[in-house]
T-cell receptor, first 112, second 109 residues
Framework: EAQVTQNPRYLITVTGKKLTVTCSQNMNHEYMSWYRQDPGLGLRQIYYSMNVEVTDKGDVPEGYKVSRKEKRNFPLILESPSPNQTSLYFC???????????FGPGTRLTVT | GIQVEQSPPDLILQEGANSTLRCNFSDSVNNLQWFHQNPWGQLINLFYIPSGTKQNGRLSATTVATERYSLLYISSSQATDSGVYFC???????????FGTGTRLKVLA
């Protein structure tokens, strides 16, 4: 089944404790992206990757890192999480930039 | 940066009614997509429509890029249409997606 998977789905952590949210797609897609969704603000793009080893900042990259070492995986890294990073995070992928995006199920992160 | 505004912010319909959702954007774009987020949070791509008109079943969309707006039409609405509808644009010269704040639709049986 074609899909985008994210892990974990739910995470409660404390300020400053490094964490990684994984994202994997099995559709051989080139373009991958991370978004965060906050009430009243819609979705905002954090980082995107046009293809392996090529990543760039979205609108709200501060406090996040990404890497794209393999086509299928695009992990989101929070080196020192803070409470303002409490949010719902979505990973998405598409065949290439501009094509239909497929979204993962979301990861709800709470930083206390 | 580009502003993306959606209207109305909230909409309540009876089953079987038709509706039109609007997405205005303040600058030229290369790409525009519509998404539906169901009440369980799942995001589904509805249309990739940088210009012109497309139809998929009871849904259709029209984008007039020169006038900087897009419309999403829902005909004969059903309870399963409930959720939030987002438009997202890609400003010309970039590879970033900018989302509107959405239209929350509730269809009553």
């Amino acid at each position: 089944e074609a899909q985008v998977t994210q892990n974990p789905r739910y995470l409660i952590t404390v300020t400053g404790k490094k964490l990684t949210v994984t994202c994997s797609q099995n559709m051989n897609h080139e373009y991958m992206s991370w978004y965060r969704q906050d009430p009243g603000l819609g979705l905002r793009q954090i980082y995107y990757s046009m293809n392996v080893e090529v990543t760039d900042k979205g609108d709200v990259p501060e406090g996040y890192k990404v890497s794209r070492k393999e086509k299928r995986n695009f992990p989101l890294i929070l080196e020192s999480p803070s409470p303002n990073q409490t949010s719902l995070y979505f990973c998405a992928s598409s065949l290439s930039f501009g094509h239909e995006q497929y979204f993962g199920p979301g990861t709800r992160l709470t930083v206390t | 940066g580009i502003q993306v505004e959606q209207s109305p912010p909230d909409l309540i319909l009876q089953e079987g009614a038709n509706s039109t959702l609007r997405c205005n954007f303040s600058d030229s774009v290369n790409n525009l997509q519509w998404f539906h987020q169901n009440p369980w949070g799942q995001l589904i791509n509805l249309f990739y429509i940088p210009s012109g008109t497309k139809q998929n079943g009871r849904l259709s969309a029209t984008t007039v890029a020169t006038e900087r707006y897009s419309l999403l039409y829902i005909s004969s609405s059903q309870a399963t249409d409930s959720g939030v509808y987002f438009c997202a644009v890609v400003p010309s010269g970039t590879y970033k997606y900018i989302f509107g704040t959405g239209t929350r639709l509730k269809v009553l049986a």
